[in-house]
């Protein structure tokens, strides 16, 4: 229990403190002043004073943080008194924009860098299904694999009675039989004979047998690793926003992880490595950035909406406005919390017993790198 709650806060804190890091650097070189620069909520524990008058904290609840501008965001209604030249408000609304939207924006560059890293380190799975030897990376429970005993690590030499080199010939196999499957394996030093009987096929799924593509990593140079870095953030953005869409379109429950998901997720990485767990680092750091770049009132989107408004039309909307849409954005983040937190319980605790359909035809290898990057992790 100790050494996963030590886990949540090393996975929270790089996250909290890059946003609000964007935050700052972008309010400095806006010009605009920075009262204070903290590190979680509560009591105060440290705090020191900088030349720039910056009140720099570490306070005692270590979830969150924030980053206090000189001046209000939005003036008061009937305010006559112009801002001061380094307050918020007598800044452009472009400089407003960009210091809204760059706490996000360096979520993104924490997320690209941890990604190249790991790219880097651990070279990228091979994405081509004629390259990939036949062997077993996963066996799922309850499919006809597992019950002929095939197991991991297993090397498939033959099928029907067909010379098996590689990962699509293994696929096209399978997909071409006519019933029983005869299996040559090859399992460390020795050879063995499996067969797959017709009716242990899943009548809906008569091709699949329920095995997952063992990648082999292959070495990759800086820059490249850079570059595929990079494409990871687009693509996950673009998955997690198509998901979304399609949840809505197709009028279902989207899939959120709440804040007990959340800490569950970071406690099963604890366990699987330290490479595993920095990935995840990366992984939230994504979705903390995207997420407050959604335009809801009183997440930093919803204030880019604001400042782009400022921008079209040469006046802020008023301080009611304003008011009012941030009490909605609240009530709208506390609902997304609640269901967020429910969806947790019933995933986590009510977990139905259906076997992952991760199959041979699903783990070929995909054409673009970012899915050769999700297999490989």
């Not at 204070?36 to 005692?60: C, M, N, P, V, Y």
């Not at 030897?133 to 429970?141: F, H, L, R, S």
Request: neutral net charge; charged residues 20%; aromatic residues 12%.
């Amino acid at each position: 229990m100790l050494l996963s709650a030590l886990a949540v806060i090393i996975v929270l804190s790089p996250i909290v403190i890059i946003h609000e890091f964007g935050h700052f650097i972008a309010c400095r070189l806006t010009g605009i002043g920075v009262k204070e620069f903290s590190f979680g909520f509560g009591k105060i524990l440290w705090h020191k004073k900088s030349s720039k008058g910056t009140d720099f904290q570490i306070r005692a609840i270590p979830f969150g943080g924030f980053v206090e501008p000189e001046g209000q965001m939005f003036p008061e209604e009937g305010a006559t008194e112009k801002p001061k030249a380094n307050e918020f408000g007598a800044k452009k609304w472009y400089a407003k924009f960009f210091m809204v939207v760059n706490g996000a924006f360096f979520n993104y560059v924490l997320a690209a860098f941890i990604f190249s890293l790991l790219i880097f380190l651990r070279g990228m799975p091979e994405n081509d299904p004629t390259k990939l030897a036949p062997v077993i990376g996963e066996v799922v429970a309850e499919y006809p694999a597992e019950k002929a005993g095939l197991q991991k690590m297993d090397l498939i030499t033959v099928i029907n009675g067909k010379d098996i080199q590689n990962w699509q010939e293994l696929t096209q196999a399978i997909q071409a039989r006519q019933g029983d499957l005869a299996l040559t394996v090859k399992r460390g030093e020795d050879t063995l004979q499996f067969s797959i009987k017709d009716s242990d096929f899943l009548p809906e799924k008569p091709t699949l047998i329920g095995i997952g593509v063992y990648n082999e990593l292959k070495p990759v140079g800086i820059f490249s690793a850079v570059g595929l870095g990079l494409y990871q953030c687009w693509y996950w953005t673009k998955f997690s926003l198509m998901s979304l869409w399609q949840s809505i379109t197709h009028k279902k429950a989207p899939d959120l992880a709440g804040p007990i998901g959340i800490v569950n997720i970071i406690h099963k990485s604890v366990h699987t490595g330290l490479l595993d767990f920095i990935f995840l680092i990366g992984m939230l750091s994504l979705a903390v950035g995207m997420f407050n770049l959604f335009p809801i009132p009183i997440l930093d989107g919803g204030y880019a909406l604001v400042f782009l408004w400022e921008g079209l039309t040469g006046k802020l909307p008023s301080t009611k406005m304003i008011m009012r849409a941030a009490n909605v954005g609240f009530y709208i983040l506390m609902i997304l919390v609640v269901y967020a937190s429910y969806s947790d319980i019933k995933r986590i605790f009510f977990k139905p017993k259906a076997a992952i359909e991760q199959t041979q035809e699903a783990q070929t290898p995909a054409q673009d790198q970012s899915a050769a990057a999700q297999e490989e992790k």
